[in-house]
Nanobody
Framework: QLVESGGGLVQAGGSLRLSCAAS????????MGWFRQAPGNERAFVAA????????YYTDLVKGRFTISRDNAKNTVYLQMDSLKPEDTAVYYC?????????????????WGQGTQVTVSS
């Protein structure tokens, strides 16, 4: 089970930190990712961190502004979002994939959280 938290309303230029708490499986065996879906758009990749923690991936849209990290002792993955823009407004979803080498596209077999709303006002 994946449970996201930390979403909310923030002004442009502000920051938010999303958290995704995992339970039920060995967290350290899973590559973790963040995806987002804005109204009328398809779900899209944001960031991922491999199960070994050695590699991170970002969409170009967030590079330099967002940082993904994980704490295996807390079974939690984080997404630190800085310099937020109105176009970052979306529902953000956490996803998990067993020992994946990468995680940059949407796949049905991922474990998904329920999502958390992020709204950035201009």
């Amino acid at each position: 089970q994946l449970v996201e938290s930390g979403g909310g309303l923030v002004q442009a230029g502000g920051s938010l930190r999303l958290s995704c708490a995992a339970s039920g499986r060995t967290f350290s065996d899973y590559t973790m990712g963040w995806f987002r879906q804005a109204p009328g758009n398809e779900r899209a990749f944001v960031a991922a961190i491999t199960w070994s923690g050695g590699k991170t991936y970002y969409t170009d849209l967030v590079k330099g502004r967002f940082t993904i990290s994980r704490d295996n002792a807390k079974n939690t993955v984080y997404l630190q979002m800085d310099s937020l823009k109105p176009e970052d407004t979306a529902v953000y979803y956490c996803a998990a994939d067993f020992r994946a080498e990468t995680m940059t596209t949407v796949r049905r077999h991922y474990y998904w959280g329920q999502g958390t709303q992020v709204t950035v006002s201009s």
